[in-house]
C-alpha cells in the first residue's frame, strides 16, 4: 500500500475531523444511559426515530444450533409483530442476535457487547443455564434485562439478580414431575440416571435422582458423560449391568439423540426419558427410528392444541419455512414480555425512551401477561408463577412427541 502525500493526508483528515464533528466523543452522563442513536423515519422524511435494540443470546451454531436458532427466530417474529407499533410512539425497534455457541465463555464476551452497545434495553437469553448464569452477572453489572425461554436452573434466579427472569419451570420442578411420572404411572423401581456434568443436564439429573428416591424407587447407577462425547458404550455397557426398568438422561439432544440410539443398538429396550433439551426435532435428527418410545418432561406446551397456537404455528411456518422447535413460542413470549415492559416503562417516563434500570423494573413488574404459550407473572426472583411442565412421548421418528401429561407446580 502507497504512503499518501503529507497535503493528501491532512486534507482527507479535515474532512473525516469536520464529518465526524471533531473533538473527543463525551462521556455518557450515566453508567446505563438510555438507548442512543436516531433512524430516519421511513421514505427519508419526517421525524426521525430513536433506535432500540433487543438481542438474543443462543447457539446459533454448533451441537445445539436447532434449539438456539429456534429461540432466534421466536424472538425476531415478535419484534417484527411489534415493530409498527412501536414505530407510532417514535422507537425504531432492531433485533441483534448473538451466538453464544452454548459456551459460558463466548456468552459472558457477548454480553459485554451487549452491556457496551447503549441501545440494547433487553435480551432474549440463554438456551444454557450454564452459559445463563455467568452472563448474567455483566448483565447485572448494566441493569440490563434477561428473559429466558428455557433456563431451569434453579441457580439462575436463586442469586436474587434485578435483571433475570425466565418464564419456565425450574429443576426443582420439572425434575420431580419427571420422577413422578416415572415411579407412578410407568411403575419404575430400578432406575439408572446419566447427567452431562452441565449446570443444566446435573441440576435436572439431581432433582430427578431426589424424587423417585423419595418415591420409593431405587437408583440403580448415577453416572455421568461429557458434551461433545460420541460413543456412549462405557456409560451403557454400565447400565446394562445394573439391570435398569427405566433411564433418565440429563443432557442435550445432541448426546440424548446418541444415548437413545447406542443403547437400543446394545438391546437396552427399557423406557428412556429426557428433559426439555430434548424437546427438539435435532432429537429425531440424531435418533431417527430408534426415538419411538422415547419420553421427555419438558417447559414447553405444544402450542398446536389451541386455535391461536395453531394459527401462529402456520405463522412461524409461512415466515421462515419450518415449524417451530420447542422453544419457539417461548421466546415469542419472552419478547413480548420484554417489550410490554419497555412499552410501560415508555408510559412512565413521558413518552421518551426509559433507561435500562426503568425498563428492568418494569418487566420484573409483569403480572397477569397473556403470551402465546403462556401467561407470565414474576415473583420477586424472576420466576414465572404460571410455569407448568409437559410430559411428551415419541409415537415415531417425527418431531414434537404427543403430549401426555401436564403438571401444574402445587
Known sequence: ??????????????????????????????????????????????????????????????????????????????????????????VDLQLVPYDDQGDPKKGVANAELVGADQAILGVVGHMNSGVAIPSSVVYEKYSTVMVSPSNTATEVTDRNLKVVNRIVARDDFQGPAAAEYAVKTLGAKNV??????????????????????????KVAGYEGITVGEKDFNGVLNIALNKKPDFIFFGGLYGEGGL?????????????????????????VDIAGDKVKDALYSSIAADITKTEEGKKWAEKYKTKFGKGPDGYSAYAYDCMSVILNGLKSAMAANGGKVPTREQVRDAVRATKDFQGVATKVTFDGKGDNTYAKVFIYKFEGPAYPGAMISEVAKK
Open 192 to 217: 439408572f440416571v446419566i447427567q452431562d456434568k452441565t449446570a443444566y443436564g446435573q441440576g435436572l439429573a439431581e432433582a430427578f435422582k431426589n424424587e423417585a428416591e423419595k418415591l420409593g424407587a
Open 259 to 283: 444415548l437413545i440410539k447406542q443403547a437400543r443398538d446394545k438391546g437396552i429396550m427399557v423406557p428412556m426419558m429426557g428433559g426439555d433439551a430434548w424437546d427438539s426435532a435435532g432429537l
Open 1 to 90: 500500500m502507497r504512503i499518501p502525500k503529507t497535503a493528501l493526508l491532512i486534507s482527507s483528515l479535515t474532512l473525516f475531523l469536520t464529518a465526524c464533528g471533531g473533538g473527543t466523543t463525551p462521556a455518557p452522563a450515566s453508567t446505563t444511559p438510555a438507548a442512543g442513536g436516531t433512524a430516519p423515519a421511513s421514505g427519508g422524511g419526517g421525524t426521525a426515530k430513536t433506535v432500540v435494540k433487543i438481542a438474543t443470546q443462543s447457539p446459533l451454531s454448533g451441537g445445539s444450533s436447532v434449539q438456539g436458532e429456534a429461540i432466534k427466530l421466536g424472538a425476531q417474529l415478535s419484534l417484527e409483530d411489534h415493530k409498527a407499533e412501536f414505530e407510532k410512539l417514535g
